[in-house]
């Protein structure tokens, strides 16, 4: 536990003092009880109350004078965050590279597979979002822990053309955000930044096979989340030899490229293949960056396990609970025993 204010406990020389002032007072009374001329009369009255009683709503004022200075110093504890509380935002990849065939069936058909084990195998309670990136980034799926929901979703994707990661990590950014009010949304300066070691128990998936070729850059969007606390785990997906792209009839998306088309040194379709290839330096240094970790995964059973791994890669995170209001409870409680006492043991007089 920590004190935000550490300062106000030196208030604590107050209750001190009434306490050491009112034990003189009872010194003093003593002294000078002699001076009653019929103290067998003293004596009885007395008797009739309880001595203790007397003292008991003065201990009691002092108590919540302790407490009350004890919340004034705002007393802070931190406890972990459990996995079921993080949400995972997943950017997916649907450019039209995700037609390879160097991973069987393709790389498109390998992945929902994959995504879709890993929707199944989240903890309860889990919320996991869902962004598609081509040309450009979209929400597909809100944060949720709706498995049906996401699942549909995965098997509805479409390829298209382009690969824009950076849009991807700020699309997924503002996600987290719509449902973490501690997350800024992208765009917005971050007025308090996490000192270096600390995150947000929200994390981003960014799982590509290619190069980013529209959109931000992507380290600039590194830079978003790292200024956020937001972690983004990157996994480079397939071989370094997509030789031939085939996505069936269910995968195309109105603008994604149909039939087979076959790729080699000599004939890359004007310049196409160069964003089949991983920009692994570039993963590597959003990963670095936001403090996650980068993923390289060459075949379907590699990417499931990179995705069902997810989980055991995320560290569980703690957060500040700030513990204000049960020294406050509890000054408010003794001042009423406090006062209740006082009325009900005097009451005739």
Known sequence: MHLVWPLALSLLV?????????????????????????????KLAAA???????????????????FSILAAARPHTERTVELNRTTIVLALDTSSSMCAIDVEPNRFRAAQD????????????????????????????????????LTGAVSSLRTSRGTAIGSAILESIDAIAEINPDIVPTGVPVENPPVEGEHAPDIVVVMTDGANSAGVDPLIGADEAAARGVRVFTIGFGTDDPIALSCSSDQLGPEAFGGFIELNEGNDFLGFRQFLLIDQPNLEAVADTTGGEFFRATDADELRDTFLGLPGQVELQTEEIERTAW?????????????????????WV
């Open 14 to 42: 107050v209750p001190v003092a009434l306490v050491a002032y009112y034990l003189w007072m009872r010194t003093r009374r003593r002294k000078h009880a002699v001076t009653y001329a019929n103290l067998p009369l003293v």
């Open 327 to 347: 020294p406050l409870l509890a000054a408010v409680v003794a001042v009423i025993l406090a006062l209740g006492l006082s009325l009900r043991w005097n009451r």
């Open 48 to 66: 009739q109350q309880r001595a203790y009683r007397r003292h008991i709503p003065f201990a009691l004022i002092a108590i919540a004078l302790v």
């Open 114 to 149: 994959a995504v879709t084990a890993f929707i199944d195998a989240t903890p309860e309670g889990t919320r996991v979002g869902i962004v598609t990136f081509s040309s450009s980034a979209r929400l597909l799926v809100a944060p949720t822990d709706d498995r049906e929901r």
